[in-house]
Structures are given as structure tokens and as C-alpha cells.
């Protein structure tokens, strides 16, 4: 057979000299080379996904952005109209911050009224507290001032705390607390409460740790008929954590008998008042309320009248939910009971500049003198 047509030469022993090769040599179609098709496939394959990481990243900040503008604009509009309930005098009382309430120690004073806040002189304090922020130590002190409290009140003279509202409304009732602690109080914050339920209703309620078992008098009956008022026999709160709505809430913080434990005081009062109050600012910053705020941001703002601008207000939402609520000073003024020209009221103690002390951080918090129901002091932890 001819060999001359075939592309190699057969040499006797029927191979070719020379080495076997080891491996085949690698050809451009074999995967590994960087130049067959399987190449092209793999960047395919790999780019797009890429891009999709990062266009999903792009589509949550646009998200966060439009989420953080409509949640701005819903408390602005609402908190516009708050600050048009605060009296004009009052802005001047103010002092002016020292920073940003993120990084400086703020004083806000809180007052509850038993009537609408567009009424400065329709009602009394039913709740004076003062809230200072530490963020340097993630922590918030609370001064509980009692409503019986004697004390002088400017252009008036010597009465009962709360009436400074009835007089002045909350320029005066500032004014009054300012001169009774001797501290510059940079924002104001008036809550009516007969609207406060809303709000707490708007958060889905509040998360509330009862000390004791209570039952109250009987006041805001529950029931439609007059039958059934008159067979109930005041409200129940069970011992531990519990979950309240609105009208649960302000009832607990409204409560001053327990006709389950008669040694509880007005005292006792403030405390569960200092509880709902925190438990509030707790829901009100937490996760669940920041996804639906630009849902309730208008709602929440409703019953109330402050100085604090949207700004100030986000400030102080930051500084509340960065707080730990375990390590939160709880402090309270007070004095001895007495009763002058038939009324009951707290003659002051010498005690309670030692109790401002420790609400500013100048001194360590010591617990009120045991035996002493109206004495002075503060408590760390929740509110007991």
C-alpha cells in the first residue's frame, strides 16, 4: 500500500519514534485555556449578578430615602401645628441648647394636663416631670415633681404646684419649676391626656411591668349602663408585664388609691405615670414604629404642644432608643404631708437639692429613706 497520500510516515514496529508524549496538549477548546466558549459563558454568567447586587443596593437606599422623607414630612406636619399650640410667652423661658441633643445633655420638661393643651388656663398640672438626657451614657433621668407640692409661685405666691396651670398655664408652671431646681430647662413638652390614648393606640399599645396587684375606685366605668357601673367594682391590674391599650394605660397611670394595698401613696402614682411615659417613648422609637411612621407620624404629634422642631424631635427619638431602660435614674421630689387652711399638700424637704443632684448627675442616686411615704430620692432601673 502506497504511503505517499498519508500525512505521517509508519516506521517497522508500527509507531513513530520518539518520545510518548505525556499529556495531550491543551487546545483552545478544552476548559482552563481563557480562550474556548466555555470563557465567554462564565463572564456572562458572573457580570449580571454583579449587577444585580448592585442594583438592588441602589433600590434599598432609594427606598430608605423616600421612606425617610415621607416619615419627615408627616411628623412636620403635624408637629407644625404643635408648635402652634405653645404660648407665646413661653420660647423666651427657654434655655438654648448647648449641641446637638445626640452628643450634649438635654432638660425637657414634661406636663400632663387633665384638659385641652389650646387651654393654658382650663386646667391643672395632672403630671409635672422632668426628663434629662445623657447620651455620653446612653441613659435618661426622670424627676417626678408631686402635684401637691407646696411651693412659691411667681406673682402669686405660696400654693400648690399644680396650680401654677390653672393661673399662668405652662409659662408660668415652667417659670415655677425652674425657680423650684434651680436648672435651665431647654425644651417644653405639654401632653393632654385626655388624648394621650390615641397615641398609644396609634403605637398598637405599650408593654407595662405592674409591681403589684391593684384595683382602683370606681371612676371611668367601662360599661354603657348604669346597672352595670353600679355592680363593677373598679379597675384590675394584675401583677407583671402586661400589654395595655390606650384607655388600659391612662387609667394605670391615673390610679390614686389601691384598694388592694392602702400604704400606696400619691407617690406610687408618679411611678406608674414615670412607667407609661417610658413605656410610650420605648414603642415610639422602636423598629416596628419606624417602618409605619410615615403612617402615624401626624398621629402621634396630635395631643401635644411643644417647642422641639422636626429636627430636634428626630434628636431626641435617637437619644431615647439608644437609652437603656435598665440603667434609667428615676428620681422624685418631696417633703412631708400636712394640711394648710384644709388642704392637703407636701411641705418641700431640705432633701430634695440633694435629689437634684443626683438627676444631674452630680451625685450618686440614693432611694427614698425607708418609712418616709413622701420622701425624697431616685432609683436605678425601671420604674418601680
Known amino acids: 500500500m502506497a504511503t505517499d497520500g498519508k500525512p505521517y510516515r509508519v516506521y517497522r514496529g508500527g509507531r513513530s519514534r520518539g518520545r510518548v508524549p505525556l499529556q495531550r496538549p491543551q487546545t483552545s477548546d478544552q476548559p482552563g485555556s481563557g480562550a474556548g466558549p466555555d470563557a465567554p459563558r462564565e463572564r456572562g454568567r458572573r457580570w449580571p449578578r454583579r449587577r444585580w447586587i448592585v442594583l438592588g443596593i441602589l433600590v434599598l437606599l432609594a427606598l430608605l430615602v423616600v421612606w425617610g422623607g415621607l416619615s419627615l414630612l408627616a411628623v412636620s406636619r403635624g408637629l407644625g401645628d404643635a408648635n402652634e399650640r405653645v404660648p407665646a410667652g413661653l420660647r423666651g423661658q427657654l434655655a438654648d441648647d448647648a449641641g446637638l441633643l445626640v452628643s450634649k445633655p438635654s432638660i425637657l420638661l414634661v406636663l400632663g394636663t387633665d384638659g385641652g393643651v389650646t387651654r393654658p388656663g382650663a386646667a391643672r398640672s395632672d403630671s409635672i416631670m422632668l426628663v434629662r438626657t445623657d447620651p455620653a451614657h446612653k441613659r435618661l433621668y ?132 414615670q412607667q ?4 410610650t417613648l420605648d414603642e415610639a422609637t422602636g423598629l416596628g414604629t419606624a417602618l409605619r411612621l410615615p403612617i402615624l407620624g401626624d398621629d402621634l404629634v396630635k395631643p401635644l404642644a411643644t417647642d422641639l422642631s422636626t429636627w430636634q424631635l428626630v434628636q431626641l427619638g435617637w437619644v431615647s432608643m439608644r437609652a437603656d431602660s435598665g440603667n434609667g435614674i428615676h428620681c ?18 431640705e432633701d430634695n437639692v440633694e435629689t437634684v443632684a443626683m438627676f444631674t448627675g452630680r451625685s450618686a442616686p440614693l432611694p427614698p429613706p425607708k418609712g418616709l411615704p413622701y420622701g425624697p430620692g431616685c432609683r436605678v432601673g425601671e420604674a418601680r
Open 142 to 273: 426622670y424627676l417626678s415633681i408631686p402635684r401637691d407640692l407646696q411651693v412659691s409661685i411667681p406673682g402669686y405666691g405660696v400654693a400648690k404646684i399644680n396650680a401654677a396651670s390653672q393661673i399662668g398655664g405652662p409659662t408660668l408652671t415652667l417659670r415655677t419649676v425652674r425657680d423650684l431646681i434651680g436648672l435651665p430647662v431647654n425644651h417644653v413638652l405639654t401632653v393632654d391626656f385626655d388624648r394621650f390614648r390615641e397615641v398609644i393606640d396609634a403605637l398598637g399599645g405599650i408593654e407595662v411591668d405592674v409591681p403589684r396587684p391593684i384595683r382602683s375606685k370606681r371612676f371611668d366605668c367601662p360599661y354603657k349602663t348604669q346597672a352595670q357601673c353600679s355592680r363593677w367594682r373598679g379597675w384590675r391590674f394584675a401583677k407583671g408585664r402586661q400589654h395595655m391599650d390606650g384607655r388600659r394605660a391612662l387609667v394605670y397611670s391615673r390610679i390614686r388609691v389601691n384598694e388592694l394595698d392602702p400604704s400606696e401613696t400619691d407617690f406610687d402614682r408618679t411611678r406608674r405615670q
Open 276 to 279: 407609661v411615659v417610658q413605656a
Open 332 to 349: 422624685r421630689l418631696g417633703g412631708d404631708p400636712a394640711t394648710v387652711s384644709g388642704e392637703s399638700v407636701i411641705l418641700p424637704s
